[in-house]
């Protein structure tokens, strides 16, 4: 009996509490949308099942939380003894170390096409507008008490950039790091809610309705050398960005150089695959009761919607006032796509777009600002990491 | 006396620290964001460049077939079979349905 009551004390029902309920609750509302409503499925699905996993009351004495990591244990005779890690803080150990990230960025590099961007160089100024959200939101959360690390990893949220904002929560804020991951993916799966409204607010029925042509033919010599190129460029100018950038331009060089075909596929298919779970699955596991469930989530929820917001208005005011020195205008719609949810702010450009005029084909142009979104939030997080470190 | 000097210099540093971490944060913020806009500048302007030197090279490397880039123009080419034949197929579907509309419309 007394065997039998002690085994009831260690199950889940035994130390299950409210918060433990409530977050598997969420992680299991965020597997139905993903599923039910196709949000963001390949990020929410493994955040969503982690959650749960993460939740489950742990046995005291056993190594099976995220936290868990490995110890050394001094004993009373002078020993030291060895504890192994849980094998969920093995895996959480790659979003702790940063080294997740930038492996997503290899094979997002790999599969990005940035011909659009150097057919028209003007857009990539659209990426950089974009940006305002992130700085703005910076600002605003230091205003709301934020300490400076936090409110930078909050900050960046409005790069609408996963990866990005997952590498600059772990470096500093490793505390809001499961509601940071958790509003950046969110919002970005509600890009098509958030920036029409914005988008239509902002710019005139004439302004919709222009028209930009089409865009130059780019050599190949021109894909080959702008990897190595935009590298040198951007990190020597911005050292901080050099793990992201490095490893997304990387990417890029495999896929546009033509000779490296099969490390390019691998990049962009099995092994951002890989990360991808294991990044989704970990952070989604240490997003846990009493880190998750504070005033904090949901100021920092409250935070990341404005910064979408922000961010989408800072490219629509920039290109109609950069609309103020050309000659051949730019559709202000397509400064939405500033905002690096590729491609989903593209498209959305694409459908607000068409909404006007059945026949304007503005996605390819949008693609520009929108992978050049991508290079300006690696260079905010960059500046935000040496600047608050 | 020290006791009740104490509390009000503390309350007195925290109303001074509040305006200097906005003010410190404004900062950041806009330097950052300047930051962000130097690099994407000099970005833009290497890009809109970089076909101008390029066409100056060509005069001494011309651009050379070579035998991944005929890999990747028989890419092209499937890419464009592709294209031509989602266009074929259209066409032909819009023609069907013009020649039904047609014939209902006669009866």
């Given at each position: ?107 997002i590099g790999a599969m990005t096409d940035f011909s659009t961007m150097l057919s028209n160089p003007k857009l990539v100024l659209l990426g950089a507008a974009a ?29 609408a950039d ?26 970005m799966?509600?890009v098509p809610?958030?920036q029409?409204?914005?988008m ?11 028209r930009m042509s089409p865009p130059r033919k780019v050599?190949?010599?021109e894909k080959?050398?702008f990897p190595?190129?935009a ?17 997304l331009?990387?990417g890029n060089?495999?896929k546009e ?11 962009r ?42 961010a989408t208005?800072?490219g629509v005011?920039?290109a ?10 730019i559709n202000p719609l397509v400064g939405a796509a500033g905002v690096s949810a590729v491609p989903d702010s593209a498209r959305v450009v694409q459908m607000v777009g068409q ?5 304007n084909f503005l996605l390819m142009h949008a693609m520009a600002p929108n992978v050049a979104g991508v290079v300006g939030s ?12 | ?39 994407l500048?000099?970005l833009s302007?290497?890009i ?31 890419a ?28």
């Amino acid at each position: 009996m007394d065997i039998f009551s002690e085994f009831l004390n260690t199950t889940g029902f035994a130390s299950m509490t409210l918060g433990n309920l409530i977050m598997i609750v969420i992680g299991i509302v965020f597997i139905s949308l993903a599923i039910i409503k196709d949000y963001e499925p390949l990020l929410l699905v493994p955040i969503g099942m982690g959650a749960v996993v993460g939740n489950i009351p742990m046995v005291p004495g056993m190594s099976m939380s995220v936290y868990d990591g490995e110890s050394w244990l001094l004993g009373d005779d002078g020993t030291i003894t060895y504890v192994a890690g849980s094998v969920l803080s093995y895996l959480y150990a790659g979003v702790e170390l940063g080294i997740y990230p930038p492996l997503i960025f290899l094979g997002i590099g790999a599969m990005t096409d940035f011909s659009t961007m150097l057919s028209n160089p003007k857009l990539v100024l659209l990426g950089a507008a974009a940006q305002v959200g992130v700085f703005l939101t910076f600002f605003g959360a230091i205003w709301l008490g934020f300490d400076f690390r936090e409110a930078g990893a909050i900050g960046i949220i409005g790069g609408a950039d996963g990866p990005t904002a997952i590498f600059l929560a772990a470096k500093l804020a490793p505390n809001l790091l499961g509601a940071i991951a958790i509003a950046a993916y969110s919002y970005m799966a509600l890009v098509p809610v958030i920036q029409p409204p914005i988008m239509k607010l902002l710019t005139t029925k004439e302004e919709r309705l222009i028209r930009m042509s089409p865009p130059r033919k780019v050599t190949k010599r021109e894909k080959i050398i702008f990897p190595v190129a935009a590298f040198l460029i951007t990190t020597l100018i911005a050292p901080g960005a050099v793990v992201l950038l490095g490893m997304l331009f990387f990417g890029n060089l495999l896929k546009e150089s033509m000779v490296t075909e099969r490390l390019a596929a691998t990049a962009r298919t099995s092994m951002i695959d890989i990360v991808t779970i294991l990044l989704g699955f970990s952070v989604g596991a240490s997003t846990q009761a009493d880190t998750f469930l504070t005033p904090q989530s949901l100021q920092i929820f409250g935070l990341g919607a404005l910064s979408f917001a922000i961010a989408t208005a800072g490219g629509v005011l920039f290109a109609k006032l950069m609309n103020l020195f050309l000659t051949e205008k730019i559709n202000p719609l397509v400064g939405a796509a500033g905002v690096s949810a590729v491609p989903d702010s593209a498209r959305v450009v694409q459908m607000v777009g068409q909404q006007e005029d059945p026949h304007n084909f503005l996605l390819m142009h949008a693609m520009a600002p929108n992978v050049a979104g991508v290079v300006g939030s690696a260079i905010a997080a960059g500046v935000l990491w040496s600047v608050l470190t | 006396m020290a006791p009740l000097v104490q509390p009000v210099l503390a309350q007195a540093e925290l109303e001074i620290s509040q305006p200097q971490g906005l003010a410190d944060g404004a900062t950041i913020a806009i330097v950052g964001l300047l930051i962000v806009f130097v690099v994407l500048i000099f970005l833009s302007l290497f890009i809109a460049t970089l076909p101008k030197v390029l066409g100056l090279l060509e005069h001494v490397l011309p651009e050379s077939e070579e035998h991944h880039s005929i890999a990747h123009e028989e890419q092209d080419e499937d890419a464009e079979l592709e294209l031509l034949a989602a266009i074929g197929f259209v066409l032909h579907t819009e023609f069907q349905r013009q020649v039904t509309t047609g014939s209902g419309g006669k009866s």
